[in-house]
């Protein structure tokens, strides 16, 4: 197994057990996390090199696992929708071989300092950026996760403890086995990547009462999932949480430019978090630019849920519930509301939002610039895709997710959101006195 002994898959295991093993797997990590923090970035380049490489030459056997978790997930009636996460298509392979190359590319964050100051008596002050130590990983389906959250974290300096969903678990082994393996290659610490080789929900409860191992756990799946470990947590939580994306059309949205926008935000993929859920319109563009771009979705497939001023104006929309406007649907459905105003899209965005992404579509200069200072989600934009909402899209390499959580960390994060800042002091013989 890639991170602790065969015994830890079984099901008969007594609680004392897997709890004794879950300590011992996360000791481990803390251990690596030491050498791993004072490694050179040739190191850590090094690895994912090597990463890279063994990922190519295990694809066969990896695509086998893949395969199997699908099949499985099948037969247990697992939502399309998750079963279109949990797959690992032609596209997503090579989205994860540039991730790998991005981080490489990236500089190394661990070292560099800034906010240098000379204070009145002549001390030098700054602060340095440090990898945060050991980072525990909770997420659901997309395989995809397992390299991209392990090459940001390693980079980064930390080690890593990663526990995919049930539904990926052979996958997920899969490709732990090769990030293990890559680690001994090249001669660092193999428990920087550490998999929990259990389904046992159980090792989750565990994990995330080890505040003495664990420094920061990151869960990145549905809410169920957020909620859960954010109440059981005695460790500090960044958070992943559902995209409810919104685009603001108002009164002076191009139509050609709403059609565009809305279509691929919602299109492109719809089963991801920053797939747009909701589109509000101002009211004085709803005759003349909201028909156009409902006509669109609805031909691309995507079912209409609407308010009454909606449902008059598009008669294949359906009416919406109350649910419907806080609703992460990754399916071909959005909803749609008709709105006064600017005031009143930002109170519905408050309101039903879940801070993850909203756009706004207009040519009105101040508009623009009153959106993005009075929109407080972790991504906000100005005539542009929700799906920009992205650690590719946005530079970062690989991300490890796209953060809720306004502490620390928000949007798309990659490497400099794993590291934290220490105080340094130079000083020539200074006193305080």
Avoid at 62 to 69: C, F, K, L, P, V
Avoid at 135 to 147: G, H, K, S
Avoid at 185 to 192: K, L, Q, T
Wanted: charge should be negative; aromatic fraction near 4%; hydrophobic fraction near 45%.
């Amino acid at each position: 197994m890639p991170a602790s002994s065969k015994s830890l898959t079984a099901r008969d295991r007594e609680p004392a057990d897997l709890e004794a093993e879950i300590r011992q797997l996360a000791s481990r990590a803390r251990a690596a996390s030491a050498t791993m923090g004072e490694l050179k970035t040739q190191a850590k380049n090094a690895w994912l090199s090597r990463v890279a490489e063994c990922l190519d030459a295990a694809r066969d056997r990896i695509m086998e696992a893949n395969a199997r978790d699908i099949a499985a997930a099948a037969e247990k009636g697992v939502p399309e929708p998750m079963r279109n996460r949990l797959g690992i298509s032609d596209g997503k392979w090579a989205d994860m071989i540039q991730g790998v190359a991005d981080v490489i590319s990236l500089p190394d964050p661990v070292g560099r300092i800034t906010n240098h100051s000379v204070r009145p008596n002549g001390l030098n002050v700054g602060q340095m950026a440090i990898p945060l130590g050991v980072i525990a990983m909770i997420y659901e389906a997309r395989p995809n996760v397992t390299v991209d959250a392990a090459a940001l974290c390693l980079k980064a300096g930390n080690a890593v403890i990663l526990r995919g969903g049930s539904e990926a678990f052979h996958s997920n082994q899969a490709l732990g086995e090769v990030l293990r393996g890559a680690a001994r290659d090249v001669g660092i610490p193999e428990d920087a990547i550490m998999l929990l080789p259990t389904t046992d929900r159980a090792a989750i409860d565990v994990m995330l009462k080890l505040n003495e191992s664990i420094d920061l756990v990151i869960p990145r799946g549905g809410s169920s999932l957020i909620r859960k470990v954010m109440a059981e947590s005695t460790i500090p939580v960044i958070a992943h949480d559902a995209g409810v994306c919104h685009v603001f059309i108002d009164e002076s949205a191009d139509t050609e430019m709403a059609v565009a926008i809305v279509h691929e935000s919602k299109i492109r993929q719809m089963p991801v978090c920053n797939a747009v859920e909701t589109v509000l319109c101002h009211r004085d563009a709803a005759r003349t630019v909201l028909p156009s771009v409902l006509k669109d979705l609805h031909e691309a497939g995507v079912k209409i849920r609407g308010c009454p001023t909606t449902c008059g104006l598009f008669g294949e929309a359906v009416p919406a519930e109350e649910a419907d406007w806080s609703a992460e649907f990754l399916a071909p459905i959005v909803a749609v509301r008709v709105v006064d105003s600017m005031d009143a899209a930002i109170d519905h965005i408050r309101t039903y939002g879940s801070d993850h992404t909203e756009i706004i579509v207009t040519s009105d200069y101040a508009n623009s610039q009153e959106w993005l200072r009075r929109v407080n989600s972790s991504t906000v934009g100005v005539n542009c895709s929700t799906g920009f909402s992205d650690g590719f899209q946005l530079g970062l390499g690989a991300e490890i997710g796209i953060s809720t959580s306004k502490l620390h960390a928000y949007g798309p994060m990659g490497l400099e959101g794993l590291t934290t800042r220490k105080f340094i002091l130079l000083g020539e013989g200074q006193l305080r006195g």
